[in-house]
Each structure stands twice: as C-alpha cells, then as structure tokens.
C-alpha cells in the first residue's frame, strides 16, 4: 500500500505544480533539477530536468537549495523565502520539502520590492527630517542655524551644500560645507541674478519649485575646491515665517548620480524645515536687538561719582533670568553748576517686566520733572497726577529724592520719602542715625504729602537708601524669618567709615546669603558718601579704624 499512496501523492502533486502559473522547480538532494514546468523553463531556458541547478539558476537560488536541505537551518517541509534577481526582476522563492526533493516556488516581486525600498528609504528619510528638525531647533542662534544646514545638507543630500542669506549691507552671508565636513563661513559680495533661480530663492515668498543650474555656467564661488568636477546643481529657497530666510544650493560631483525626481522632493522637505528654523532664529535675534535696546533704557545706570560726592549701588531682581524689574534708582547731575544733584531710589509695585514697563515711565517722567527737583513736595506731586491719569490705582510707587549739594569735603542732603523706608545714616564712629523723613506714597491717593529732612555728612559718612527687598528677605536658619530692619542697623554698625563700594556690597550679599536659594523680591541698595579728605587707618591693627591726616 506504500508504494500506490507514494505514486499517487506524487501524480497529484505533480498535476498542482505542473499547471501553476508561477515558475517550479523541483531539485534533488545533490543540486540536479528533477522537474521544471512551462513557466519556469521560460524563466529560465536552461533549467531542463538533469541540468545542475547552480548551472541553470541564479546563485542565490543555488545557495538557498544548500540552506533548505540542511536541517539545523529549516525545519523538514517548509522552509523560509528568499529573494533576489533573475535579470532585471526580483523573485522571491519559497521551499517546500518532499523527502529528499524540495519544490521550489518562484514568484514576481519586482512590485513588493520596490515596494519595500520605497518605504525603507521613506522611514530613513522622514528619520533624518526629525533629526535634522531637532538639530536645527536645538540652537536660536542664526549663525549656528546655517553651518547645521549646510553640514546637514552636504552629508545627506549632496556632495557640498551652500547657504546663502539675503544680503545685509551689500553682502550676503554664506556657510558653505564640501565632502570634508568642515562648515566655512564668509560674506560676499555677489550677483545673484548671475545664478538661475538664486534670486527667486532668496526672495522667499511665494514658494517656487527649485531650479536646476549648468555647472558650466555657474560662478566660481559656487563650485569650491576639494569637490572636482561638478556634475549636477541645483538651488532651493529656504521658505520662512512670511520673510525670505534664504536659498540652498546643493552640488554633486560629476561621478555620482543626479538627483532624481524623488531626491529633489525630498531636499525641498529639508529645506522648507532649514528655513523655518533660520526664520525663528532670525526673528528671535531681531527680537533680542529689541529687547536689548529698550532694558538698556531701563537697567540702572553705572555710578562712581556725582558732582565729587562717592555713589556706590548695587541691583538684584527678584527673577534670576531677568536683568530688570520693580526696584529702580537714577541719578541726576546738577542743572547749574552750583546746583544740587538728585538721586532718586524707588520701588514699583509688583516685579519682573511688568513692574519693569512702569518703572521706565516714573523713570522717564522724573527726568523730565529735575528742573523742578529743588522742590521735591512738587515733584512728587506732578508724578502722582501722571501715575493717576492711567486709572489703574493698584500700580502704585514708593521712592526716595535725595538732593545733595557739596561743601568743602562736608555733604549736606536733603530727603524726602514717599512711602518709602527712610535712609539711615552711618557715621564715622559707627552709629546709625534713622532720617525723619516721611510720606506718602505715590499713584494711589489724590493728594500726597511728605516731610524733607536736611542731613549733613561728614567727610566719609554715608548715607544709605534701599528698597524693602534687602529688609524683607526672607530665609534665615529656618527659611521662614524676615531679614528685619534691626539686622539691617547692626551690621551697619560694623561698616563706620567704610567705603560706598563695601557697604552696599555687604548689604547685598548678606540679604542674598539670608534668602539662599528661595524666593526673594527685587533688591537695590544706593550709598552717597561724603569724600574722604583722609584715609582710614586701623588702631593698633585691629578696629573700625580712625581718619588720620
């Protein structure tokens, strides 16, 4: 009964294999084609029962038969596929054990593999972009934003890659990158109509289709040493936020491959992200010129001297990343040249930009009210009706006029406080005096009213205004106890005649080191000191010290 079943197995399956549309192949043991149909003796004429199939079929063909038969590779009767060219097609060929026999199924899969390549090279293409995406938006830095392109661009896309910027003074800015890897940076002065396509590029908007260029006739400065011979070229605008951001310019050596239709597609893709991020980088740099010219007109300016008193100051806002916020000073030199000097220390309610935008409008209106800073009850006066006129009664002020006239060495000051801590004076023999000074504060109320306070210096005395933030600290061992006027008095005690630089500079550093790492308000700490016809000497080496001639 084995012998019947066996030959009738074998008639069907050969009627199966014999009438399929797909070339079979059936191969003994030691490498010999047993039997072929019509569709694979078309397929591969020589393939004839009894011709070897390492003569007759292609060599991955004849390896895999090798693979199949070993049975640490496949199991018994089914066997993995395998794939590879018969001349210009892919097949892919299937086993299937019979005994000592394996049928081999072959099947077109030029389509499935064209197939499977597109999508490997989309994945390593949409792969790069999320790279490439990340790179150039790691950094909003215009400068920095270029040589990524370019490096980017000549690595992946090209052989050497140019970026091109509009021109800024009659010069455009380019990073360009050859097979080395190495980004060189230049501004020249070119003619981008020279360049088919450059000057569409550059104009960003609307977007245009990239161009290709003769590399015969391109300029020299587009083709650099090191690249050989050019073959292809071609220009692409690099699109931004509504603002031409600029052009890429990619080049191959005449040994490589043009860029097909798919490749340039996908430079058009890198490049539309290129753009958007040298756009943001650009924004952000124009913004910063912004921002940099308009806190220069409201950071505190730089003191030494006014009119031969010593000034010393000292800021800290209340956020680290900020340069500015709520506390502010200025200091005014006389009209007349025996006039009096003004310095003004004040506190905006609220920190941060927004206390920021109305310390610069008191700043702005007490500049424009000094001719009138002999009468410092008016002045205050005239800003309160300013700060009122906005209708907002929470955004008020508290601030401190110190008008200072010099007499010989002596320095007499006349205060005047609106809502602010009065200054405390530090003598030479170490005591604090407290100004009587007082008044109210200004934008809130609508009348306002205030107590001047004449005080005389003494050849290196000081007076000292400061802000609430240096008193109101809060840290300390526990975190949570304020810093506190007395504090504030006793280390003042130690710092009789100190210079301005060193008092406010201890001042600062101490309510910094009791805040530490937490929160805090803004800071400002000003000193005038009367100037010191005599200099400081300790007694016996230890002490404040005493003036000598």
């Known amino acids: 009964m084995t012998g019947p079943r066996s030959n009738l197995r074998q008639d069907e399956t050969g009627a199966v294999w014999r009438s399929a549309p797909y070339p079979v192949l059936v191969v003994d043991a030691v490498g010999v084609i047993a039997q072929a149909n019509d569709a694979a003796l078309r397929l591969l004429p020589g393939a ?72 490997r090279v989309e994945r390593e293409r949409t792969a790069f972009l999320d790279r490439a995406s990340g790179e150039l938006l790691s950094s909003l830095n215009l400068d920095r934003c270029m040589e990524v ?26 990073a ?65 936020a509504g603002v031409p951001a600029g052009a890429l310019v990619l080049l191959r050596a005449s040994g490589h491959a043009c860029f097909s239709d798919g490749e340039e597609v996908f430079a058009r893709l890198f490049a539309a992200r290129a753009g958007a991020a040298m756009s943001a980088a650009r924004l952000y740099a124009e913004q910063a010129d912004i921002t940099e010219t308009l806190m220069r007109e409201l950071l505190p300016p730089r003191v030494r001297s006014l009119h031969g008193v010593e000034i ?25 040249p025996d006039g009096e000097s003004l310095v003004v220390l004040g506190d905006v309610a609220g920190k941060g930009l927004e206390a920021a935008v109305l310390t610069g409008k008191i700043r702005h209106t007490l500049q424009a009210l000094t001719p009138l800073a002999g009468d410092h009850q008016r002045v205050l006066e005239l800003l309160n009706g300013v700060l009122l006129k906005s209708g907002d009664r929470t955004r008020f002020v508290t601030l401190v006029l110190a008008s200072i006239r010099r007499t010989g060495n002596c320095v007499r000051l006349r205060l005047t406080s609106a809502g602010h801590a009065p200054p405390l004076i530090v003598r030479g023999d170490g005591r604090v005096d407290v100004s009587s000074t007082k008044g109210t504060l200004i934008g ?32 300390g061992p526990l975190g949570d106890e304020m810093y506190g006027d007395e504090r504030l008095l006793e280390e003042l005690r130690q710092c009789g005649g100190m ?46 010290g005493r003036f000598t001639a």
């Open 444 to 475: 809130m109320l609508d009348r306002v009213t205030s107590v001047t306070d004449t005080v005389d210096l003494e050849p290196g005395e000081t007076c000292l205004l400061y802000t609430d933030g240096i008193t109101e600290a809060v840290g």
């Open 312 to 336: 010393a100051a000292r800021y800290r806002p209340s956020e680290q990343a900020a340069r500015i916020g709520g506390d502010f000073y200025d200091l005014h030199p006389p009209a007349e």
């Open 176 to 240: 360009y990158c050859g097979p080395d890897g190495v980004v060189v940076r230049e501004e020249l002065a070119v003619d981008p109509e020279g360049v088919p396509g450059l000057a569409e590029a550059l104009q960003g908007y609307p977007p245009l289709p990239s161009r290709w260029i003769d590399p015969a006739a391109a300029p020299g400065w587009l083709a650099r040493d090191g690249l050989g011979q050019v073959g292809s070229m071609v220009v692409s605008a690099l699109p931004g």
């Open 48 to 119: 004839v029962p009894g011709a070897a199939l390492a003569d007759a079929a292609p060599a991955w063909l004849s390896r895999a038969h090798d693979d199949t038969l070993d049975p640490a590779v496949l199991p018994d009767d089914v066997g993995a596929a395998t794939r590879g060219l018969i001349g210009q097609a892919t097949f892919e060929a299937r086993p299937v054990r019979e005994g000592d026999l394996v049928v081999w199924w072959l099947a077109d899969a030029t389509d499935l593999a064209h197939a499977t390549e597109a999508l």
């Open 499 to 544: 210079p301005p630089e060193a008092i406010t500079e201890r001042v600062e550093m101490l309510s910094s080191e009791w805040v530490g790492g937490g929160d805090h308000d803004d800071m400002a700490v000003i000193a005038i000191t009367a100037p010191r016809g005599a200099h400081l000497s300790a007694v016996g080496g230890h002490g404040r």
């Open 149 to 174: 392109t370019a490096r980017l661009a000549a690595r992946h896309l090209a052989d050497a890659a140019l970026v091109i910027l509009p021109p800024y003074r009659r010069r455009h800015p380019i």
